[in-house]
């Protein structure tokens, strides 16, 4: 990931390996590229690689987010069957702050881009907080496994 630089910072996506997204805040295969944290923002920004039949533990935006569907089809708030949406590329996005993502789901390979104003509240089936994921939290990560 870019450093913090006042001035801007540029990310070569494609000179970033993918890495595996922690399990229990996922199901399946999701990877995973950090591409910016604005800490005096609370502002993250990633890239989500999410193979077939991969999903998003449930989790509340404490914030908004807005994403790009790249690649694929995705599921939120359960899909359009069920009143949510099903976003298909190229698709554009917006979650508002305290949106409840119980399934986000992928049912084929898919990526998306996103950007998320505030930390993601991950919940196990009972509501009380598994994680708590925001600037720091997913900066911390990403140094863990990307090294750096
Ligand atoms: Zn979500």
Not at 92 to 112: K, M
Not at 131 to 143: F, I, M, P, S
Request: aromatic content about 12%.
């Amino acid at each position: 990931m870019a450093d913090n630089s006042p001035t801007g910072s540029y990310v070569q996506m494609d000179a970033v390996d993918w890495v595996d997204f922690p399990q229990g805040l996922c199901a399946g295969d999701i990877k995973w590229k950090l591409l910016h944290v604005s800490p005096e923002a609370g502002a993250w920004t990633a890239i989500f690689d999410c193979k077939a039949g991969s999903s998003f533990a449930k989790h509340i935006h404490m914030g908004p987010g807005e994403y790009f569907l790249t690649k694929g089809r995705m599921h939120v708030r359960g899909g359009t069957d069920v009143g949510g949406d099903t976003a298909v590329a190229p698709g554009y996005g917006y979650e508002a702050c305290n949106a409840q993502h119980d399934h986000t789901e992928f049912p084929v390979d898919s990526e998306f881009y996103m950007t998320f104003l505030g930390p993601l509240n991950f919940l196990d089936d009972d509501g009380n907080t598994i994680a708590l994921v925001g600037c720091k939290q997913v900066l911390d990560a990403w140094n863990a496994t990307a090294g750096g």
